[in-house]
């Protein structure tokens, strides 16, 4: 056996090709708990999970538990399921080598560690590696979770404006389980023939402002359209709660920065542009090689000290005490003249 992606797995699992052990590590719960779910649910039928079914959770539990349900043969069924939920927290995890070497093939044992990697020099990690089904959850870069939101919604029949998906992961971050959550919530509030999601559901049924966000704050200010900037700056100002200044001038500088290196950039057809920059969808080149258009490197330099120094000043240094919505209208003033 080897380190096997997801849908590898979950197709696996489908066809019922089952394997001793499954072990599931990393720092995204997300795909974990799909696994650990898929398995629970679904390998065994209603009438088998009573004598079958075997959950336990780390810091309740010892080793030797594991190795007692794990070694058990299944009544009436073909298999069992034994699941270490939390299993970080397995005192003497290394102790359990000793059934690793040797899994009784109708277990099912499914080892959920989150939060962490194992170490693979040491001999536990060798031994999951070569005798069970070895997953490894990692976050997913900012960037790609426009993305993962689309491929979500496609797998379900529904599909998203970029706009409305870019909307999405900047204001809930990098938490697949919470905005799987709120696009099943989405899901649920489109009309029967409805199939797309948009800007606008996202603003009437989440709360995220479709005129006053940062996707709009960086259109404005690449198109140096002083009016709408300043009123969503404005907006920003009387809303830090929902648009902290920490959070708006990282958005921006990476924006700048990006178009920074957009200058140098040889080929500059749409496909490369949107690798190299690793946008979040094709939808947005427009806006950076427009951007481009209206700043020279010498002013999107100039723009990112400018970022850099409001960043400073939001943070208190020099004893700085401004509040936030006024270095927000003065950094904006600065950018745009």
């Given at each position: 056996?080897?380190?096997?992606?997801?849908?590898?797995?979950?197709?696996?699992?489908?066809?019922?090709?089952?394997?001793?052990?499954?072990?599931l590590?990393?720092?995204?719960?997300?795909?974990?708990?799909?696994?650990?779910?898929?398995?629970?649910?679904?390998v065994?039928?209603?009438?088998?999970?009573?004598f079958?079914?075997?959950?336990?959770?780390?810091?309740?539990?010892?080793v030797?538990n594991?190795i007692?349900?794990?070694?058990?043969f299944?009544?009436?069924?073909?298999?069992?399921v034994?699941?270490?939920?939390?299993?970080?927290?397995?005192k003497?995890?290394?102790?359990?080598?000793?059934?690793?070497?040797?899994?009784?093939?109708?277990?099912?044992?499914?080892?959920?560690?989150?939060?962490?990697?194992?170490?693979?020099?040491?001999?536990?990690?060798?031994l999951l590696?070569?005798?069970?089904?070895?997953?490894?959850?990692?976050?997913?870069?900012?960037?790609?979770?426009?993305?993962?939101?689309?491929?979500?919604l496609?797998?379900?029949?529904?599909?998203?404006?970029?706009?409305?998906?870019?909307l999405?992961?900047?204001?809930?971050?990098?938490?697949?389980?919470?905005?799987?959550?709120?696009?099943?919530?989405?899901?649920?509030?489109?009309?029967?023939?409805?199939?797309?999601?948009?800007?606008?559901?996202?603003?009437?049924?989440?709360?995220?402002?479709?005129?006053?966000?940062?996707?709009?704050?960086?259109?404005?200010?690449?198109?140096?359209?002083?009016?709408?900037?300043n009123?969503?700056?404005?907006?920003?100002?009387?809303?830090?709660?929902?648009?902290?200044?920490?959070?708006?001038?990282?958005?921006?500088?990476?924006?700048?920065?990006?178009?920074l290196i957009?200058?140098?950039?040889?080929d500059?057809?749409q496909?490369?542009?949107?690798?190299?920059?690793?946008?979040g969808?094709?939808?947005?080149?427009k806006?950076?090689?427009?951007?481009?258009?209206?700043?020279?490197?010498?002013?999107?330099i100039?723009?990112?000290?400018?970022?850099?120094?409001?960043?400073?000043?939001?943070?208190?240094?020099?004893?700085?005490?401004?509040?936030?919505?006024?270095?927000?209208?003065?950094?904006?003033?600065?950018?745009?003249?």
């Open positions: 056996m080897a380190v096997e992606s997801f849908d590898k797995i979950i197709s696996d699992l489908k066809k019922k090709e089952y394997s001793p052990v499954y072990f590590s990393g720092d995204e719960p997300f795909y974990i708990d799909q696994i650990t779910n898929y398995i629970q649910e679904n065994l039928n209603e009438s088998e999970l009573t079958n079914l075997t959950v336990l959770y780390g810091k309740d539990s010892e030797s594991v007692d349900s794990s070694k058990r299944p009544m009436m069924s073909t298999h069992q034994v699941i270490i939920r939390e299993a970080q927290d397995l003497n995890f290394e102790d359990l080598s000793h059934y690793i070497e040797h899994p009784l093939k109708s277990t099912l044992l499914v080892i959920s560690y989150k939060y962490k990697s194992l170490d693979k020099r040491k001999k536990i990690a060798k590696i070569k005798n069970s089904v070895f997953f490894e959850s990692k976050k997913l870069y900012d960037d790609k979770l426009p993305g993962w939101i689309s491929n979500y496609s797998a379900k029949k529904y599909s998203i404006q970029p706009k409305a998906a870019a999405l992961a900047e204001f809930l971050g990098s938490d697949l389980s919470k905005i799987a959550n709120e696009l099943d919530k989405l899901i649920i509030t489109l009309d029967e023939n409805e199939k797309t999601i948009t800007p606008e559901h996202i603003e009437k049924n989440i709360g995220i402002s479709k005129d006053y966000n940062i996707y709009e704050l960086q259109s404005a200010l690449g198109k140096k359209d002083v009016l709408k900037a009123r969503i700056i404005n907006y920003f100002a009387d809303n830090q709660k929902t648009n902290h200044i920490t959070r708006t001038i990282s958005s921006l500088y990476f924006f700048f920065s990006k178009v957009y200058y140098w950039i040889k500059k057809s496909d490369n542009v949107f690798r190299t920059l690793k946008l969808s094709p939808y947005f080149v806006q950076y090689v427009e951007t481009a258009g209206r700043y020279n490197p010498n002013k999107v100039q723009i990112i000290a400018i970022l850099r120094e409001y960043d400073l000043k939001s943070k208190g240094f020099e004893g700085n005490n401004t509040p936030a919505g006024e270095l927000l209208k003065e950094m904006t003033f600065k950018i745009l003249h």
